[in-house]
C-alpha cells in the first residue's frame, strides 16, 4: 500500500521533527557566548571547556549512568522474568494491582517511604541506596511492556523445546528470548531513560556528599541561576554518552540473543 | 492442546518442572524485590495517614481519619479532576500520535527499526528539567515559536502559549510520547505479518485490515502506552510549575506541598492512598475493556 | 559469551560504585547548600586553613532538604544551610544540635543584631549567614513612577497586568498578601487567612507566572516589568540591566535569614564548628557580599565592601537597624497546613 506508507513515513518524520525541535534549541543555547537564554550574543564553546573542566560535574554525570546501567540490568532481568511467570497463569487482579503500583505511587511517597524505610534499618546511603529504589519503578515499566509481547505469545514452540530434551535454560536462552527480545529491548530502553532523567527518589535515597550525586539534582540545584548554557552543554553530553553507551550495548545484545 | 495430555515422566524431556512451579520461581525475584522495596516502606508512611501532623511536622499519634475527611473538601476534589482531564487529554493526544509513529518504525527494514527506536528515546537521554525550559524558550511570548508565526505573518501579536493549560498538555505529551511509541512498537512487531496478509488476500481493504485485524491485537500495546502516559501525568508536578508558570495545581503538586511544604506526612500519604485507590479501579476498568475489545476482535476474524 | 562479559563488566562497575558510595573518611564533614551560595574554592581554603576536607551536597529548596533530614534524621550530614522557619522547625523536632560558642570564636564579627534575632536570640542551634528583604524588583523604564506599595503587585494598573510575576514559594506569597493588608506575616487567624487568600486569587488574574527563580531574567528580557523578589536575586537582574530598581513598600517587608544548623546526627561536630567559624571570617562574609550580592550579618566583612559597589547595588548598603525594622519569619506550627492549603486553593483557582 504505497499510498498509507508514505503518509505513515511523513507522519514518522514530523514525530521526530516534534521530538527534536527543544532538543536543536537545547544544544544550540549550549554554544552561546552570553549566559542568558533570552538573546544568542554569538557562539562560543567555552561552556564545554568549563564543563570538562569541573570535576563534580563530569562524576555526577558518571554515576547518573552507572546507576542507570545497573538499575535498568537488574530491572529488566527482573521485569522479565516476572512478565514470563505472571503470563502463564490466570489473570488475578491482586498480582496486576502489585505489578501497576511502582508506577501509580507518587515518586515523592516512593521516596519518602525509601529513606524512611533504609533510616530504620540503619541502612547506609550511597550510589546503592538510589539503584536499589531505581529499580522497584523500573521493573513495573520493563514488566508491562514484555507482557504486552507475551499477549499472543505461542507457548508450544517452548513446550515443543523442552519435549525435544532442552533444559529450561537452553529454552529460554535459545527459544523464548529471542521471540520476545523487541519487547525486553524496548523495556530496558525505556527503565534506562526513566532512571537517567530521576530526580525526587535519587535527591532522597542518595547519600550525602558528592560521591553518590547523580546529574539530575545537580541539575534541579543549578537552576537557581536559570538554565545557563553550561547546563545546556551537560545535558547534550550526557545525551550523546548515553547514545553511544546504548549503541554498544544493543551491538552485544545482538550477541546474546544470536549466541555469536 | 498439548497441556492436557503432557505425560511427565516422558523419556528424554528437558525439564519435569510443573508449570505452576516455573512461574513461581519465574515470579520470585521481582515479586520480592516489590515487597522489600515497595509495599513494606509504602507500609510504613500509609500507616501515618491514620494518624495527625504533629505541630511542628512530626507525628502524633491520634488515631482518627481527619486526613480522609479533610481529602474530600472541594479544593482536592477540584485538583483531582483537573489533573485527570489534563492527563487525559495528554493521553489522548500522544497515543493519536504515537501509533502511527510506531507503525512506521515496524514497517521499516528489520536492521533499522532500532536504529530509529533510539533515535526516539536519545533526547530524553537528556534531562527533563532542561527540556522543559527549552520549551519555555520555545513557547514564550517573545520564544521562537512566536517569533517564527509573526516571521511568517501568521499573526500579529503573540499568541498566549506558555503558563496555561496548553502548554503543560504539550510538556506532557513531548515527555511521554516516545513512552507510547516503545510500548505500541513492542505489541506491533509480535503480530504475524501473514495475518495481515491474509486478510488482504480474502479482499479487505487497507482499512478494514487495520480496523478489524491490526488495531485488535495491538491494543494491548496501545493500553499499555496510555497508561504510561496517564500514569506518568498525573503524579507530575515539574511540568505544571514550570510550564503552567505554577498556575496550574494538579495532584502531584498537591501530594509533595503535603510532604514537603506543609510537612504534614499524615495528610500526603492520605491523598496518595486515594490516589493510588482510584488510578488502581480506573487500570482494572480499562483492563477489562481491552479485553473485551480484543475478545471482540477475534470473534471477528474468527 | 559476550553476554555473560557484559554482565560481569556490569557486575566491576557496581561493585566500584558500591565501594565508592559508602564511608567517609574521618575529619571530613559534608555540608548542604544552595548551589552557588558558597565560595567555588571554600574547599580549598577552608582544607588550608584547618586540614578538614569537605564534600558539598546540593539542595534546590528548603523544603526538599528539610524532607531529607526530617525522614532520615540528617544522618551523615555536618552542617546544614536552611532559612531561619526551617531551622526553628529543626529546633522544634530535635534535630538541630547546639551550637558551643566557645568554638566559634568569629561570632564577634556579627552585627549586635544578628545575635538577638527573633527565633533564636542568643544563636543557641543555628548562626545566621545571610539576610535581606523581600520586596518589589522592576524595570524603571518600563513602569511608570515608582511602585511603592505591594498593592502595586496585587491590584497593578492595567499597563503591567500579565506582566507581573509573584514568588512561589508558600511564606513569601502569603507573605506579600498579609502585609497588603497589614497583618503580621506569622499570621495563624484562619479568617485573615482567608482573606488574604481571596485577595490573591483576585491577584492571579494579572500575573504572568509564580516564579522563584528566573523572575530577574524575565525583567531582562522585558517579558515582565514588575515582579516580586528577594533583594539579592533582584541585584543579578542590576547587574544585567541598570534600569532594574528595587524598593521596598511602604507597608513593610520580611526579614529573611538563611542560617546554617549543625544535624544533632552529625558525627563530625567539632570539624562542623570549625567550618562555621572559618565562614564567618571576614573574607568569607566579603565574598558572599560581592559574589552572590547578599547581605551577610557579618560587620567584619561589610565594613569591607567598596563604596562604588554598594551605589551600584543600593539594598546591600540598607543598614540592619532597618532590616530590623521587617518582621522575622516564624515557624507557623498548626498553622502550616493552613498556609499550604491556602496557596492550593490559589494555585488551582481558575
Same mark, same amino acid.
Given at each position: ?75 529488566t ?5 516476572l ?13 496486576d ?11 515523592i ?28 519503578f ?12 507475551l ?6 514452540v ?18 523464548t ?26 535527591f ?13 539534582m ?9 538554565v ?11 545525551m ?6 546504548v549503541?554498544?550495548?544493543q ?10 | ?23 513461581w520461581?519465574l ?15 509504602c ?9 495527625e ?21 472541594? !479544593?482536592?476534589?477540584t485538583?483531582?479532576? &483537573?489533573?485527570? /482531564? ?5 493521553? =489522548? %493526544?500522544?497515543?493519536? $500520535? ?32 532542561i ?5 519555555? !524558550? ?5 520564544? &521562537?515559536?512566536? /517569533? ?5 505573518? =501568521? %499573526?500579529?501579536?503573540? $499568541? ?26 513492542a505489541?506491533?512487531?509480535?503480530m ?10 480474502l ?8 480496523r ?33 508558570g ?27 492512598l486515594i ?15 481491552v479485553?473485551?475489545?480484543?475478545g471482540e ?6 | ?26 575529619g571530613?564533614?559534608v ?10 574554592d ?9 586540614g ?5 551536597s546540593?539542595?534546590?529548596?528548603n ?13 551523615g ?6 532559612s531561619?522557619p ?9 534535630l ?14 556579627l ?6 534575632l ?17 520586596g ?48 503580621s ?9 482567608d ?8 491577584a ?15 525583567l ?28 521596598i ?14 544535624p544533632e546526627?552529625?558525627?563530625?561536630k567539632?570539624?562542623?564548628?570549625a567550618?562555621?567559624n ?19 550579618p ?9 563604596a562604588?559597589?554598594?551605589a ?8 540592619p ?22 496557596v ?6 481558575q
Open positions: 500500500m504505497p499510498d498509507a506508507s508514505r503518509w505513515l513515513r511523513a507522519h514518522l518524520w514530523l514525530v521526530y521533527a516534534f521530538l527534536y525541535l527543544p532538543i536543536l534549541v537545547l544544544m544550540g543555547l549550549s554554544f552561546n557566548r552570553g549566559g542568558m537564554p533570552t538573546a544568542w550574543t554569538g557562539f562560543s564553546t567555552a561552556w564545554y571547556g568549563k564543563l570538562i573542566a569541573s570535576p563534580q560535574i563530569v562524576s555526577s554525570a558518571v554515576n547518573t549512568l552507572i546507576v542507570a546501567a545497573v538499575s535498568t540490568a537488574i530491572a532481568a527482573l521485569g522479565t522474568l512478565a514470563l511467570g505472571v503470563e502463564r497463569r490466570r489473570q488475578s487482579n491482586a498480582l494491582a502489585l505489578l501497576f503500583a511502582p508506577m501509580i505511587i507518587p515518586d511517597v516512593l521516596a519518602i517511604s525509601l529513606l524512611s524505610f533504609y533510616t530504620l534499618l540503619g541502612f547506609s546511603l550511597g550510589l546503592h541506596s538510589i539503584i536499589l529504589s531505581h529499580v522497584v523500573n521493573i513495573a515499566f520493563v514488566c508491562a511492556i514484555v507482557r504486552t509481547r499477549k499472543h505469545f505461542d507457548y508450544s517452548v513446550e515443543a523445546s523442552i519435549d525435544l530434551g532442552a533444559s529450561e535454560f537452553t529454552t529460554f536462552r535459545r527459544v528470548l529471542p521471540m520476545i527480545w523487541p519487547g525486553v529491548l524496548a523495556g530496558a530502553m525505556l527503565a534506562f531513560t526513566l532512571s537517567v532523567d530521576e530526580f525526587i527518589i535519587a532522597f535515597t542518595a547519600g550525602p556528599g558528592e560521591s553518590s550525586t547523580t546529574l539530575p545537580r541539575i534541579y540545584a543549578m537552576i537557581r541561576f536559570g545557563t548554557p553550561e547546563i545546556n552543554a551537560m545535558a547534550t553530553i550526557v550523546l554518552f548515553s547514545f553511544t553507551l549503541l554498544a550495548s551491538r552485544i545484545g545482538k550477541g546474546v540473543v544470536t549466541g555469536s | 492442546m498439548l497441556r492436557g495430555v503432557r505425560d511427565f515422566r516422558r523419556a528424554g524431556r528437558g525439564s519435569n518442572m510443573t508449570p505452576r512451579l516455573r512461574s520461581l515470579m520470585l525475584p521481582g515479586i520480592g524485590w516489590l515487597t522489600v522495596f515497595m509495599i513494606v516502606p507500609l510504613i508512611v500509609f500507616f501515618y495517614s491514620f494518624f501532623r504533629g505541630v511542628y511536622g512530626g507525628i502524633d499519634y491520634i488515631f482518627g481519619f481527619q486526613n480522609f475527611e479533610r481529602a474530600g473538601e472541594p !479544593v482536592y476534589r485538583i483531582f479532576l &483537573l489533573s485527570a /482531564r489534563i492527563a487525559l487529554e495528554a493521553t =489522548v %493526544i500522544a497515543v493519536l $500520535l504515537a501509533y502511527p509513529a510506531a507503525y512506521a518504525i515496524s514497517r521499516a527494514p528489520k536492521e533499522r527499526q532500532t536504529r530509529y527506536l533510539l533515535l526516539v528515546m536519545l533526547p530524553f537521554w537528556s534531562n527533563y528539567l527540556r522543559t525550559y527549552a520549551w519555555i !524558550v520555545l513557547l514564550n511570548r517573545a520564544g &521562537l515559536i512566536n /517569533r517564527g508565526l509573526a516571521g511568517m505573518g =501568521v %499573526i500579529d501579536e503573540p $499568541l498566549p502559549i506558555l503558563y496555561n493549560e496548553f502548554a503543560v498538555v504539550t510538556g506532557l505529551v513531548y515527555n511521554y510520547l516516545p513512552f507510547v511509541i516503545l510500548a505500541i512498537y505489541s506491533i512487531q509480535r504475524d505479518p501473514a495475518l495481515r496478509e491474509a486478510s488482504e488476500d479482499g479487505a481493504s487497507g482499512w478494514t485490515t487495520f478489524r485485524v491490526t488495531l485488535p491485537m495491538t491494543l494491548p500495546g496501545v493500553a499499555a502506552g496510555a497508561v504510561f502516559v496517564f500514569v506518568l501525568s498525573i503524579g507530575n508536578f515539574i511540568t505544571p510549575d514550570l510550564l503552567g505554577g498556575r496550574l495545581q494538579m495532584v502531584g503538586n498537591l501530594i509533595y506541598d503535603q510532604f514537603l511544604s506543609a510537612r504534614d506526612w499524615p495528610f500526603g500519604a492520605a491523598l496518595s490516589l493510588i485507590l482510584i488510578m488502581t479501579l480506573l487500570l482494572f476498568a480499562q483492563a477489562m475493556a479485553n473485551r475489545a480484543r476482535g477475534r470473534r471477528a476474524d474468527a | 559469551m559476550t553476554g555473560m562479559r557484559m554482565f560481569a563488566a556490569v557486575a566491576a562497575v557496581a561493585t566500584v560504585a558500591l565501594s565508592a558510595g559508602t564511608g567517609l573518611a574521618a571530613k564533614i555540608i548542604s547548600n544552595w548551589d552557588g551560595y558558597m565560595p567555588a571554600m574547599a580549598e581554603r577552608f582544607k588550608a586553613a584547618t578538614i576536607d569537605m564534600e558539598v546540593l539542595h534546590a529548596t523544603e526538599e532538604i528539610m524532607g531529607k533530614v526530617v525522614a532520615g534524621g540528617g544522618k550530614y555536618d552542617v546544614l544551610f536552611v531561619s526551617f531551622a526553628e522547625a529543626l529546633h522544634q523536632l530535635g538541630a544540635a547546639a551550637i558551643d560558642h566557645a568554638q566559634i570564636p568569629n561570632l564577634a564579627n552585627y549586635p543584631e544578628a545575635n538577638e527573633e527565633y533564636d536570640p542568643g544563636n543557641t542551634f543555628q548562626v545566621p549567614y545571610a539576610w535581606g528583604t523581600t518589589l524588583c522592576y524595570r524603571s523604564d518600563l513602569v511608570e513612577g515608582t511602585p511603592d506599595s505591594w498593592a502595586s503587585l496585587l491590584s497593578p494598573p492595567d499597563a503591567l497586568k500579565g506582566k507581573i510575576t509573584m514568588l512561589a514559594t508558600d511564606r513569601w506569597l502569603m507573605a506579600a498578601g498579609m502585609l497588603n493588608r497589614g497583618y506575616v506569622n499570621e495563624t487567624d484562619q479568617a485573615k487567612i482573606e488574604v487568600k481571596a485577595d490573591l486569587i483576585a492571579k488574574k494579572s500575573l504572568l507566572a509564580y516564579d522563584d527563580t528566573t523572575f530577574y531574567s524575565k531582562v528580557s522585558g517579558e515582565a516589568v514588575l515582579v516580586h523578589a528577594w533583594d539579592g536575586w533582584c541585584n543579578y537582574g542590576i547587574a544585567e540591566n541598570d534600569k532594574i530598581k528595587y524598593v513598600p511602604k507597608e513593610g517587608t520580611d526579614l529573611w535569614v538563611d542560617t546554617m544548623v549543625i546526627a552529625s558525627e563530625n567539632a570539624e562542623a564548628h567550618f562555621i572559618f565562614v564567618l571570617g571576614q573574607e568569607t562574609g566579603q565574598w558572599v557580599a560581592e559574589n552572590i550580592m547578599y547581605k551577610v557579618n560587620k567584619a566583612a561589610m565594613d569591607g565592601l567598596d562604588g559597589y554598594l551600584s547595588f543600593p539594598n546591600i548598603a540598607i543598614p537597624a532597618d532590616l530590623l525594622k521587617g518582621e522575622q519569619l516564624r515557624d507557623l506550627g498548626a498553622a502550616q497546613k493552613a498556609y499550604t492549603k491556602a492550593s486553593e490559589i494555585t488551582a483557582s
